[in-house]
């Protein structure tokens, strides 16, 4: 089972920049594509960013030139660095990790996704 956990998440101020952390256990696979995801109250969770294992991103077009999304293989991390931020940035954000070996397709499917962490909230005032 693999396990995630997110940090970094807090209030900023709209314009603000802040970074997400989500540390992942030994036994994820080092190729498999991870996530990010958000969702604001009973809303439907959407996703934010995604990277595979080669690199390659995707990113929502709400998010696109202002969020950045990288992984450190070796010290099995995801981030989320998220700059110009706005109020409707505003969300419980979720990483996940895809549950395959070897992933060359990112996506922003919150159902490819098997792992999930617990979140982290990132509150953006104006």
């Known amino acids: 089972q693999v396990q995630l956990v997110e940090s970094g998440g807090g209030s900023v101020q709209a314009g603000g920049s802040t970074r997400l952390s989500c540390a992942a256990s030994r036994n994820m696979y080092v190729s498999d594509c991870m996530g990010w995801f958000r969702q604001v109250g009973g809303q439907e969770r959407e996703g934010v960013a995604a990277i595979d294992s080669v690199g390659r991103t995707t990113y929502a077009d709400s998010v696109k030139g202002r969020i950045t999304i990288s992984k450190d293989n070796d010290e099995n991390t995801l981030y989320l660095e998220m700059n110009s931020l706005k109020p409707e940035d505003t969300a419980m954000y979720y990483c996940?990790?895809?549950?395959?070996?070897?992933?060359?397709?990112?996506?922003?499917?919150?159902?490819?996704?098997?792992?999930w962490g617990q979140g982290t909230q990132v509150t953006v005032s104006s």
């Open positions: 996940a990790a895809r549950g395959v070996v070897i992933c060359t397709e990112s996506s922003l499917r919150g159902t490819d996704y098997q792992y």
